[in-house]
T-cell receptor
Framework: DTAVSQTPKYLVTQMGNDKSIKCEQN?????MYWYKQDSKKFLKIMFS???????INETVPNRFSPKSPDKAHLNLHINSLELGDSAVYFC??????????????FGEGSWLTVV | AQSVTQLDSHVSVSEGTPVLLRCNYS??????LFWYVQHPNKGLQLLLK??????LVKGINGFEAEFKKSETSFHLTKPSAHMSDAAEYFC????????????FGTGTRLQVTL
């Protein structure tokens, strides 16, 4: 069973389109994240939700809007896609309430290519 | 503030020889440290983590890392490389906030040759 699953794995779309990436975790964790990996493999956090509440929002353009309908889901919606949005987007989750030194588990990634 | 420096962007070893991937961290408190591995076109897999228990941490696939506070280092080692170890390795530090934000190093690409 996949612990953190995200769909789609690959997405090719044109500039200006709106797209969503979905993420679900079956670990019972209370915190979920979105990370972005650029073309140089550098990973940086974008958002974090704890119990459906936004707790981290790292200087991400307003075109990116995360939505957490419940603790097990954190979707990423991107409006007006730009070439520079091409990247790999990783969803992740952790159990923060259990203690601060917890482990973050990552999904397989979603490869977004904007043409 | 916290940061991580991976000293080598690329490491090449022969199969069967030892692996050393270097990582130095900066943190204003006692950090949590991790090594993650990413195989080509794959997601991130946790290799091991340090959370203030034993300073020598053993992980999966024969990897281990030693936390050295005096040197602010958390180097990853493996006695004998295997072809399947070829991948990108990330050293990561976690802050102590409830959000547990991870700060990634820039990665080290490990190449294993015959």
């Amino acid at each position: 069973d996949t612990a953190v699953s995200q769909t789609p794995k690959y997405l090719v779309t044109q500039m200006g389109n709106d797209k969503s990436i979905k993420c679900e975790q079956n670990l019972g964790h209370d915190t979920m994240y979105w990370y972005k990996q650029d073309s140089k493999k550098f990973l940086k956090i974008m958002f974090s939700y704890n119990n459906k509440e936004l707790i981290i929002n790292e200087t991400v353009p307003n075109r990116f809007s995360p939505k957490s309908p419940d603790k097990a889901h954190l979707n990423l919606h991107i409006n007006s896609l730009e070439l520079g949005d091409s990247a790999v987007y990783f969803c992740a989750s952790s159990q923060v309430a259990a203690g601060l030194r917890n482990t973050i588990y990552f999904g397989e990634g979603s490869w977004l290519t904007v043409v | 503030a916290q940061s991580v420096t991976q000293l080598d962007s690329h490491v090449s070893v022969s199969e069967g020889t030892p692996v050393l991937l270097r990582c130095n961290y900066s943190s204003s408190y006692s950090p949590s440290l991790f090594w993650y591995v990413q195989h080509p076109n794959k997601g991130l897999q946790l290799l091991l983590k340090y959370t203030s228990a034993a300073t020598l941490v053993k992980g999966i696939n024969g990897f281990e890392a030693e936390f050295k506070k005096s040197e602010t280092s958390f180097h990853l080692t493996k006695p004998s490389a295997h072809m399947s170890d070829a991948a990108e390795y990330f050293c990561v530090v976690s802050d102590q906030s409830a959000a547990s934000k991870l700060t990634f190093g820039t990665g080290t690409r490990l190449q294993v040759t015959l």
